[in-house]
């Protein structure tokens, strides 16, 4: 019983959290969705209609702005958030890669330069959480 309420005070059920939370996970699946018919043509369309699994993620994304948002308390980035980001740019740079292996060495060129701004983009995003705290 004791377990139940902690629970219940820590992570309250509310719609404004239920359509949050749905928001998060529709565009995460619309996003693999969309890699996945981008790399393998015609092997998600054939089964669902990404376009309406797109306006699902809309009118959510739509309803998740407008719901008043509380404060979130800023961390400081983890030698394990620069991994990330470091292998995120990796990954990037070999799709990109693929996509663009018919330009010959200029693929080369594109995908470096892609994947070394995929790194310093985002490590500036997190160096700028870090600097807010100061």
């Known amino acids: 019983m004791k377990i139940t309420k902690l629970i219940n005070k820590e992570y309250k059920i ?7 939370q749905t928001f998060q996970y529709l565009l995460i699946v619309y996003l693999i969705l969309l890699l996945i018919e ?33 404060k979130i308390k800023k961390q400081k980035p983890k030698r394990k958030d620069y991994y990330f980001i470091f292998i995120l740019g990796i990954i990037g ?19 470096i330069i892609a994947g070394i701004l995929i790194i310093l983009l985002s490590i500036l995003v997190l160096e700028d959480v870090k600097n807010e705290e100061n």
């Open 14 to 20: 509310t719609p404004k959290h239920i359509i949050t």
């Open 38 to 70: 981008e790399y393998a043509p015609k092997f998600i369309s054939n089964y669902i209609n990404l376009n309406y699994l797109l306006v699902l993620v809309i009118i959510f994304g739509v309803i998740t702005v407008l719901l008043p948002q509380k």
């Open 93 to 111: 740079t070999i799709l990109i890669y693929i996509k663009t292996k018919e330009l010959g060495w200029l693929s080369y060129v594109i995908s």
